[in-house]
């Protein structure tokens, strides 16, 4: 059964057959940006095995590129060099930063250049990210001293950054979000005084990590690691970065493994950062079989290969928002499966969901719907009626990398021909998605 191409956006998604073998899942986004990141504001040469060479990283390398930095250029399975210019280095761009499709990016770089004294910033995105709030993060950047302007009163990129001193904060964030934590991180890095973050719930936490290794003077404490210090004045100096495989795309095959009887699959060098690790409590829930070997530590974040198997039906699940940071990424592939469960889910505590990429609440619903599924949606969440048959379909990612690949595998277990528009979406974060498909498939 072959998975076929029609043109570069349209996909035919055959039905049916077990997925069998091994697959090494490409590197991890949130630790890719911050690699390349670190790097650049760090003293000597940083060196990234691993980096995952997708549009989202790509982004992130173009603006730093764009300030001054020199990067080798992003390929798969090549060593990505980053040249730090030091904290002090970064150059005024003379051309708009185009963050493409990346939240991470946009966020991020708002931390990064909020601190540059008199040196003027442009940031924009394509159409999603255009659409995507900033206050969350310029907001806390302004208690510090910053001075970010948008669209709808700074909230909308394209956005404007104009340098100036910053000094330290103690800012409590509203919501468990990373690119928020590690927004105000960065620009603590060139505030007077030191910078408490105080998150609602304990996000993933690689910045924290990252920033430790390279030198910074970083304090995390607080009950879970919501309390974080970072106090200026040490020098970062370039490290050599190992990144593990994504478990957020691991997560397609835990699904497909788990759901679609006969299949076997091992994934091998995933990362496991008890912060990331949602999906796989989740899944062990509802009765999957999933074993967990090799684990090890690379490079301060914990490793490990994953073996999946079918092994009967699922069990139905409920999720609410305290495990939310912990699989937030995972929502669109966990709606997919709660079709085929025994039983009904529930998806509360999810209305961060509605600002990603795309609103994938409404998005998930309507696409799974449209294969006969039975989702009601509701303000934060999802309830989903278990052991449907859902039918092949014409269906649409909406531009949203993880709803592409959420349908792919929705399609797996469907019956029929299923037609998926804007299946290049996947190359956001995951570029061999559709060979790792027709590998796996017997
Ligand atoms: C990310 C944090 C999460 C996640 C996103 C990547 C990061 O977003 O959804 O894909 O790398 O910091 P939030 O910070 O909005 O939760």
Not at 90 to 115: K, V
Not at 430 to 436: G, L, V
Request: hydrophobic share 40%.
């Amino acid at each position: 059964m072959s998975v076929a191409s029609i043109n570069s956006s349209i996909r035919e998604l055959s039905s049916g057959g077990a997925l069998s073998g091994k697959v090494c899942v490409p590197g991890d986004k949130s630790i890719s940006h911050r690699a390349l990141l670190f790097g650049a504001i760090a003293k000597g040469l940083t060196s990234i095995k691993g980096l995952l060479p997708a549009e989202d990283p790509i982004s992130t390398a173009s603006c730093l590129r764009a300030m001054g930095v020199k990067i080798s250029p992003i390929e798969k399975d090549q060593i990505v060099q980053v040249e730090g210019v030091g904290l002090d280095g970064l150059q005024e761009p003379d051309e708009i930063l185009d963050c493409g499709n990346s939240g991470t990016t946009m966020r991020l770089m708002l931390g990064l250049i909020a601190g540059r004294q008199d040196r003027h910033f442009v940031l924009t995105g394509d159409d999603s990210l255009r659409r995507r709030p900033m206050q969350r993060v310029g907001q806390p950047l302004k208690m510090m001293g910053a001075k970010v302007q948008g669209r709808e009163k700074g909230n909308l990129a394209p956005l404007s950054v104009l340098g100036q001193k910053l000094h330290g904060a103690v800012i409590g964030t509203p919501v468990a979000s990373a690119q928020i934590k590690s927004a105000i991180l960065l620009a603590a890095l060139t505030a007077e005084g030191t910078t408490t973050v105080i998150e609602p719930a304990h996000s993933r936490d690689h910045t924290e990590r990252m920033l430790k290794a390279f030198g910074a003077n970083i304090e995390v404490g607080g009950e879970m690691g919501r309390h974080i210090s970072l106090t200026p004045g040490s020098t970062l100096l370039g490290q050599e970065i190992n990144v593990p495989g994504d478990i957020s795309s691991a997560a397609f095959w835990l699904v497909a493994g788990a759901l679609i009887p006969g299949s076997l699959i091992t994934i091998e060098n995933v990362g496991l950062n008890p912060t990331r690790t949602g999906i796989l409590e989740i899944l062990q829930q509802m009765e999957a079989s999933i074993e967990i070997i090799n684990c090890r530590d690379v490079a301060g974040e914990p490793v490990g290969d994953l073996r999946v198997s079918y092994k009967g039906k699922l069990k139905a699940f409920v999720l609410n928002e305290e495990i939310m940071p912990r699989l937030v990424d995972e929502i669109p592939i966990l709606s997919v499966a709660a079709c085929f469960c025994v039983g009904e889910s529930r998806i509360t505590g999810a209305s961060e969901l509605r600002i990603k990429e795309t609103d994938r609440l409404a998005v998930m619903a309507r696409q799974l719907n449209a294969m006969g599924a039975k989702i009601e949606e509701h303000t934060d969440g999802l309830t989903i009626q278990g052991e449907q048959i859902l039918h092949g379909a014409n269906v649409d990612s909406e531009t949203d990398h993880r709803v592409a690949m959420s349908l792919a595998i929705a399609s797996l277990l469907a019956q029929g021909e299923t037609r998926l528009s804007r299946s290049e979406a996947a190359a956001v974060s995951y570029p061999d998605f559709w060979n790792d498909l027709e590998k796996l498939r017997i």
